[in-house]
């Protein structure tokens, strides 16, 4: 299937000052399981507790509940923010809007902040993200940006491995398939966004950081800023590094692509086990 429509911030209805329509959102460990295991992720390391990044997908839903295009959507920077563990099967209202709205040579950039909220009033986790909302018209005709002459620098000086992994493209699809964002599964619609593949979501990677966070245990507090720098494609090798304060915990995570450049990094401003 391949969507032939253009997606653009003008016309979808993107806006400052969007307010979405509060909704009830609730991870089972059935679903936890199923996304996970497109990210080669064994669910037992997060026991009765939720991986937070599934609730950035109920940030994507959001705007397609109302009708907004999500197709050609790309993560550019996500921060989360929890104060207190989230179980499985917990229902919690997801609240939200977007903030800004700025033009890009290929679209445009908006920039959404969300809160979920327990039946009480709580709120354990919030989330601001931007993405790019590409149109397809123009990113076939935009030209990369002038390159700056930059020393070389190497993406893991003074990081330490600690993981990798491989991308494969029946995973990359089914990771994706709720969104129904066709960049991530469909080759023709990526090559008409401007990329040689279909690339995975960027909730992908976040799950890779949260699962190098959780190792030892679950977090139970963390403030954590993503970029996103590259695509990742859907058949590439990662490698995954970090960097550890004195007490052992991460404070940098760096996703490698296989031509040894940035694709994502996170700093973790805090993290309480």
């Given at each position: 299937?391949?969507?032939?429509?253009?997606?653009?911030?003008?016309?979808?209805?993107?806006?400052?000052?969007?307010?979405?329509?509060?909704?009830?959102?609730?991870?089972?460990?059935?679903?936890?399981?199923?996304?996970?295991?497109?990210?080669?992720?064994?669910?037992?390391?997060?026991?009765?507790?939720?991986?937070?990044?599934?609730?950035?997908?109920?940030?994507?839903?959001?705007?397609?509940?109302?009708?907004?295009?999500v197709?050609?959507?790309?993560?550019?920077?996500?921060?989360?923010?929890?104060?207190?563990p989230?179980?499985?099967?917990?229902?919690?209202?997801?609240r939200?809007?977007?903030?800004?709205?700025?033009?890009?040579?290929?679209?445009?950039?908006?920039?959404?902040?969300?809160?979920?909220?327990?039946?009480?009033?709580?709120?354990?986790?919030?989330?601001?993200?931007?993405?790019?909302?590409?149109?397809?018209?123009?990113?076939?005709?935009?030209?990369?940006?002038?390159?700056?002459?930059?020393?070389?620098?190497?993406?893991?000086?003074?990081?330490?491995?600690?993981?990798?992994?491989?991308l494969?493209?029946?995973?990359?699809?089914?990771?994706?398939?709720?969104?129904?964002?066709?960049?991530?599964?469909?080759?023709?619609?990526?090559?008409?966004?401007?990329?040689?593949?279909?690339?995975?979501?960027?909730?992908?990677?976040?799950r890779?950081?949260?699962?190098?966070?959780?190792?030892?245990?679950?977090p139970?507090?963390l403030?954590?800023?993503?970029r996103?720098?590259?695509?990742?494609?859907?058949?590439?090798?990662?490698?995954?590094?970090?960097?550890?304060d004195?007490?052992?915990?991460?404070?940098?995570?760096?996703?490698?692509?296989?031509?040894?450049?940035?694709?994502?990094?996170?700093?973790?401003?805090?993290?309480?086990?």
């Open positions: 299937m391949t969507d032939t429509t253009a997606s653009t911030d003008a016309d979808a209805g993107y806006r400052a000052g969007l307010v979405y329509p509060e909704w009830d959102f609730q991870v089972t460990a059935e679903t936890q399981a199923k996304k996970l295991a497109c990210c080669d992720i064994d669910p037992a390391i997060y026991g009765d507790h939720v991986d937070i990044t599934h609730f950035v997908l109920a940030t994507v839903l959001s705007a397609k509940r109302i009708g907004l295009p197709n050609g959507r790309v993560h550019m920077t996500q921060r989360l923010v929890l104060s207190e989230i179980m499985l099967d917990e229902t919690l209202k997801v939200g809007e977007d903030i800004k709205v700025e033009p890009d040579r290929r679209g445009n950039i908006v920039t959404s902040r969300f809160e979920f909220i327990r039946p009480d009033g709580s709120v354990p986790l919030r989330a601001e993200r931007s993405s790019l909302v590409l149109d397809s018209s123009l990113a076939e005709k935009a030209q990369p940006s002038p390159a700056k002459a930059k020393p070389a620098t190497d993406p893991t000086e003074g990081l330490t491995k600690i993981g990798e992994k491989q494969v493209p029946e995973k990359v699809a089914s990771y994706s398939d709720e969104a129904e964002n066709l960049i991530h599964s469909d080759p023709e619609t990526a090559r008409r966004f401007g990329f040689r593949a279909p690339i995975a979501a960027g909730l992908m990677a976040i890779f950081m949260m699962e190098a966070l959780s190792k030892e245990t679950m139970r507090q403030d954590m800023q993503i996103f720098r590259r695509p990742m494609f859907w058949d590439e090798k990662l490698d995954i590094w970090g960097r550890h004195d007490a052992g915990k991460l404070t940098t995570i760096a996703i490698v692509n296989q031509d040894g450049k940035l694709a994502n990094d996170a700093v973790i401003d805090r993290v309480e086990y």
